[in-house]
């Protein structure tokens, strides 16, 4: 009788347990999301349908493990004058409390409110994911809090025209206070109004990796504000200020002060920075920096306040490409923000291959940022090429390379063998499709078996080139 009690038992919490998915727009019971937002518990999912949802109360979502999703396209949550004057509550359009929650292909617009903080999501929960979302005109796109052991994770989201005109200089695109890891990655962040950052980050530890992150027109501040150091990767990225910003610095770190836990250091490869104002400066770092790691960089533009400010203990500036003329780079189209490289340009074949690995984090790229907020795999022919952009042959010539290089079985089980030609095996690597080293091996055949099925990169170092190529576990 004891035995049947438990079990019955465990089966009520098992029914009990089972998750509710709740459906949002015009055609169905609840048409906005605040109506939904108190009914959920813990690890329900939110279907909103695409639709443009105006002037919806503040919603909270206060339960963990919910998943937040827009479906058949993605809908669009626009401020109104309930939030813009509500003086109880004045955070945004959602403000987000749960743990583990993600938010997935909704675009959040016009946040404003009485502070003028007004974002499109206040987090103020740990481990937030945001993807495939898009922030348009907020005071603030993200603005997240001061929160312990937590990791924040953007990716495939586009953030414009973030800031406000009523308080110049304190609102953003994006804005992350204290944390333990923020990652932003395939993002598309741009034209922050009113002297705001593109991206400002007081996390201990940041990964800004494969995004466009530019000024064309409008008046913002810094590419990318990290005012408290820590460790930062920032690999494969376009930086762009444009030639009305009123900061003449694309990149500012441990400027306020240096208190978040040491090492401070900053890691910089393969991006291209671009500065289409007559004066400026690039890289200006806190007195007390430990590292000022800078290779494989394209700079390109005035550098009236210097190259590098600050003077970090050690510094590795090698391998870059620098000139005070965005033209005389080779890009294919610098006036239309196309910094492709062409046949002439003097970054081809002039980078050094990075074998660091930072937190997990290569510092060799690997990928390439596609508008719009996309990502592609970038294979290296002949040397590494400098900047976010590998120059690469004609497409016969490219298939031709790639050859030299072979994984089979390709998809795999769990052995993989790898054929390198006349070429001399010298590492392969394996990396998640985020960037995460996942497996390092010196041998032509090795097992995967601690992986999960999926898709992976392959980063296969010979002793004439570097070859990356996906391939899948099953």
């Excluded at 034209?191 to 000024?215: C, P, Q, T, V």
């Excluded at 990149?251 to 040491?262: R, V």
Aim: glycine residues 10%.
């Amino acid at each position: 009788m004891m035995r049947l009690t438990i079990t019955f038992i465990l089966f009520c919490l098992v029914l009990n347990a089972h998750a509710t998915t709740w459906r949002v727009g015009p055609s169905r019971p609840y048409l906005f999301c605040s109506q939904v937002a108190p009914l959920v518990q813990n690890g329900d999912t939110i279907l909103i349908d695409a639709f443009t949802y105006v002037n919806d109360p503040q919603v909270k979502w206060s339960k963990n493990n919910l998943l937040i999703k827009g479906v058949g396209g993605r809908p669009v949550l626009q401020a109104g004058s309930i939030i813009a004057s509500d003086a109880v509550n004045g955070k945004g359009i959602f403000v987000i409390s749960g743990a583990n929650v993600t938010v997935e292909n909704i675009e959040f617009a016009n946040a404003v409110v009485i502070d003028h903080n007004g974002a499109g999501i206040r987090q103020e929960g740990p481990n937030l994911l945001v993807r495939y979302c898009k922030f348009s005109g907020n005071e603030m796109g993200i603005l997240c809090g001061n929160i312990p052991n937590c990791k924040t994770v953007v990716e495939f989201t586009e953030f414009v025209n973030g800031g406000s005109a009523l308080n110049p200089g304190y609102q953003h695109n994006i804005y992350i206070n204290h944390i333990d890891t923020f990652i932003f990655r395939y993002n598309y962040s741009h034209d922050a109004i009113a002297e705001g950052h593109e991206l400002k980050s007081r996390a201990n530890n940041n990964f800004i990796l494969y995004n466009r992150i530019a000024n064309e027109q409008s008046v913002d501040s810094r590419s990318i504000d990290l005012p408290n150091g820590g460790t930062t990767v920032i690999v494969g990225n376009i930086i762009e200020q444009g030639p009305n910003s009123a900061n003449s610095n694309l990149l500012g770190y441990g400027l306020e002060g240096l208190s978040n836990p040491a090492p401070h250091n900053l890691w910089i490869c393969n991006n291209t920075f671009v500065n289409k104002k007559t004066t400026g400066s690039f890289i200006q770092v806190a007195s007390g920096t430990d590292t000022l790691f800078v290779k494989n960089n394209i700079l390109a533009g005035a550098k009236t306040g210097g190259l590098i400010i600050g003077a970090p203990a050690v510094l590795d500036s090698s391998n870059n490409v620098i000139h005070n003329q965005v033209n005389a780079i080779g890009f294919v189209d610098a006036a239309q923000y196309n910094y492709h490289l062409t046949a002439g340009s003097a970054a081809i074949d002039a980078g050094v291959f990075v074998n660091a690995v930072i937190r997990g984090y290569a510092l060799q790229a690997h990928q390439t940022y596609l508008d719009t907020c996309q990502v592609e795999t970038r294979n290296t022919y002949n040397q590494v090429d400098i900047g976010a952009f590998e120059f690469g042959p004609a497409l016969a010539q490219e298939e031709v390379e790639t050859m030299q290089v072979r994984i089979f079985p390709n998809p795999t089980s769990g052995r993989v063998y790898i054929s390198t030609g006349e070429e001399r095996l010298e590492r392969v690597r394996i990396f998640g499709m985020t960037g995460v080293l996942l497996g390092e091996f010196f041998t032509n055949d090795f097992n995967i078996d601690h992986l999960l099925g999926g898709t992976y990169l392959m980063n296969v170092q010979t002793d004439k080139r570097t070859y990356v190529l996906k391939f899948i576990k099953y």
